[in-house]
């Protein structure tokens, strides 16, 4: 990728991409999935790389069996990463729990330069601090008390045994500028910067030392991720500076919303990619609408390849306005994918998401009656499961009067659909009823419903056996 910088020199560089989640859920968060999509979108534009690197430095809230988890979905989208603690690769290790060493020099580094310095503050008087900034409508930020204490000072207090933590040296004068490639210049007063703890006193980085750190060291050039960063920024600008680095490139995408506003939560949308895995999304179709949230492709459709979005991807064409996940349009683009899918293909689909239960053959069959009516893969069995297994429930009640004349019209009828149908409308006339309520009854007796594919060609496939073995049994 061709890049041009601050001094107007042109340079070129391998683009590289990353997310990091933390493994502290039950899956890959679908907002972690729509940053995934743009930074492998991204990299595979440019002809870059796109590593996956877990940040499990939160040990209070790491929650066992997650980052298999999120490595699971992340291949069930079929968005492939070129390096990870899964894979391997140049830079490794790929868990920041495995790189603590690595932050702990950096961070002394910091302190020795005068770019940080130890702090010896107690939960309790951190609380009241903020306590009495609350009471005089303060924004929370750390009164700068350590900072007052020599190098010397402070190296004297940890021999005796203190415990501490390691902050950020903000100037307390001056601004930090951010320029995100999304949204332009961003200029930040350094007043208003917290003093950020760097180095937590159990030895493990915090999120702002331990990305710029392992972004740098990765060789990250451009980091895209949730615009809920862009108060953090700053403080990684600075850090930057005071290493000596230069900083990527940084985009920062809208946040997902609910279809009232809210930001995306588990309360009110089933925020974990697993969750739809199992009600039968394809991952194709998820892609997609993922990658609508923010982006527009230019000719407006809304269907198309992950490798269309490749081939006209750009970043100038994020959006800033928070995009709403809203589960209806996904469902209605994931039934646009089935109607368009290879019937094999879908009927191979269709058997692995029920691991077998129902023959593939079988299936292939019965599509052309469901294909146009399934929205999920999961839907094919609400509708196409009487096909295999007398329902155990019938939708309204039936009586020996409902079902006998059903029977004297279909036992001696050929069974193709049309003398099907013939032979129900003759017996409708003979008794003086609608034709619609006696092809209803028909309907319910067989597949227990009252709406489904269409009946008189499902007939036909159940075969006359079968329909008649099934409307004898209700009158037993």
């Not at 997650?66 to 291949?75: H, T, V, W």
Request: a neutral charge.
């Amino acid at each position: 990728m061709i890049v041009r910088n601050n001094h107007d020199r042109i340079i070129t560089m391998t683009v590289r991409t990353r997310i990091a989640p933390s493994p502290t859920g039950n899956d890959l968060h679908i907002g972690n999935a729509y940053t995934a999509l743009i930074n492998y979108v991204f990299a595979k534009k440019y002809h870059g790389s796109f590593i996956v690197r877990i940040e499990d430095t939160d040990r209070t809230r790491f929650v066992e069996g997650s980052e298999q988890r999120i490595f699971e979905s992340l291949g069930w989208l079929r968005i492939e990463h070129a390096e990870g603690p899964d894979k391997g690769g140049p830079y490794a290790p790929y868990r920041q729990s495995e790189r603590l060493s690595l932050y702990k020099r950096y961070a002394e580094d910091l302190v020795e330069k005068g770019f940080a310095y130890y702090c010896f503050c107690t939960p309790q008087r951190l609380e009241e601090m903020r306590k009495e900034q609350e009471a005089r409508h303060q924004p929370p930020m750390y009164d700068g008390r350590c900072k007052r204490l020599t190098l010397e000072e402070a190296k004297q207090r940890i021999q005796t045994g203190a415990s501490y933590v390691i902050r950020l040296n903000v100037p307390d004068e001056g601004t930090t500028t951010v320029h995100d490639e999304i949204r332009g210049n961003i200029t930040f007063e350094n007043k208003r910067i917290d003093d950020q703890v760097l180095l937590k006193s159990d030895g493990y980085p915090t999120y702002h030392l331990g990305v710029v750190i392992d972004d740098h060291l990765m060789n990250i050039t451009h980091v895209i991720r949730g615009e809920e960063w862009i108060s953090s920024t700053p403080k990684h600008i600075l850090l930057y500076q005071y290493f000596g680095w230069t900083s990527p490139v940084y985009a920062h995408l809208p946040v997902l919303r609910n279809p009232d506003k809210s930001k995306l939560s588990k309360r009110k949308n089933p925020v974990w990619v697993s969750l739809y895995r199992a009600e039968g999304f394809l991952p194709e179709a998820m892609k997609n609408y993922l990658a609508l949230m923010a982006w527009a492709y230019p000719d407006g459709r809304d269907i198309f390849s992950l490798e269309e979005m490749i081939e006209a991807f750009d970043l100038s064409r994020i959006q800033t306005t928070a995009p709403i996940f809203d589960r209806e349009k996904l469902l209605w683009m994931n039934g646009q994918y089935i109607k368009r899918m290879d019937s094999n293909e879908l009927a191979k689909r269709i058997y692995d998401f029920f691991h077998g239960y129902y023959p593939y053959n079988q299936i292939l069959i019965i599509l052309p009656l469901v294909k146009e009516r399934i929205r999920t893969l999961k839907e094919f069995e609400n509708i196409a499961q009487f096909f295999f297994e007398e329902p155990k429930w019938l939708e309204y009640t039936l009586t020996s009067d409902d079902i006998k004349p059903l029977i004297d019209a279909l036992e001696d009828a050929q069974w193709t659909h049309k003398e099907i149908e013939r032979r129900i409308r003759r017996k409708a006339e003979e008794l003086g009823k609608k034709a619609k309520d006696i092809f209803m009854n028909l309907r319910v007796a067989i597949t227990g419903k009252t709406v489904g594919p269409p009946l008189l060609e499902s007939l036909e496939l159940l075969g006359k056996e079968e329909t008649l073995r099934r409307l004898t049994s209700i009158i037993k």
